[in-house]
């Protein structure tokens, strides 16, 4: 990986996106990488007063798919120039807690907005970039709200309180969506030990961006 590499990674809330996201930089950054982990929305200044009007905010239980949609593509065109264009610029690897794909599965998907405006919308954000490589941990609906009915340290935000209907949808979308883009996208099994996952990731890394 000599050239800047920008990794996603996506699924459903309780998958375990954050806990390999930590681990795999971890590994990066001892082979000798300069790695930036950032996150959606959010991993900008503006990004976070986003993230935090579509997640925890009081004031976003009123809050329609429409205006959902154009909160997440405004967090994700600051970061995506702000952040990711000038870390691939500079050779670094940016390993991303979920991107344009989320918006495809959760906006247009689960809530069932009309496919054109979301992928306009989508392209409008990112401009011509797109992850080289995008990691589904793929985690059976009732699993990732058990996950996050036992979390110890936070509270679910708004988007976690979904019921179990929105998240097979979710699910449904990530598996389609990976079908359709083979060479993009990788999906592994998220209910398989950390470790196993870990490994796994490390692999597809290695047969995709080698």
């Keep these: 990986m000599q050239n800047g590499v920008f990794i996603s990674f996506e699924g459903s809330e309780g998958s375990g996106k954050s806990t390999q996201i930590d681990r795999l930089a971890s590994f990066l950054d001892q082979q000798g990488h300069s790695v930036i982990v950032t996150r959606e929305p959010g991993g900008t200044e503006i990004g976070e007063e986003i993230r935090h009007l579509l997640k925890h905010s009081a004031s976003g239980k009123e809050m329609c798919p429409e205006t959902e949609l154009l909160l997440f593509a405004a967090s994700r065109a600051q970061l995506v120039r702000q952040v990711v264009e000038p870390a691939l610029k500079e050779g670094k690897v940016i390993l991303c807690d979920r991107f344009l794909d989320s918006t495809t599965v959760y906006q247009g998907v689960a809530r069932k907005l009309s496919k054109d405006p ?31 009915r036992h979390r110890v340290t936070d509270l679910p935000d ?19 969506l990976a079908k359709s883009i083979p060479d993009r996208f990788v999906v592994l099994d998220g209910t398989a030990s950390v470790e196993a996952v870990e490994q ?3 692999d597809a890394l290695d047969k995709r961006l080698a």
């Design 158 to 176: 708004r988007m976690e309180k979904e019921n179990i209907k929105f998240y097979e949808l979710v699910r449904d979308g990530y598996l389609m």
């Design 118 to 148: 979301v992928t306009m919308i989508n392209n409008f954000a990112v401009g011509n970039l797109m992850p080289h490589l995008t990691i589904v941990l793929d985690v059976p609906a009732e699993v990732g709200l058990n996950r996050i």
């Design 200 to 202: 796994q990731i490390r």
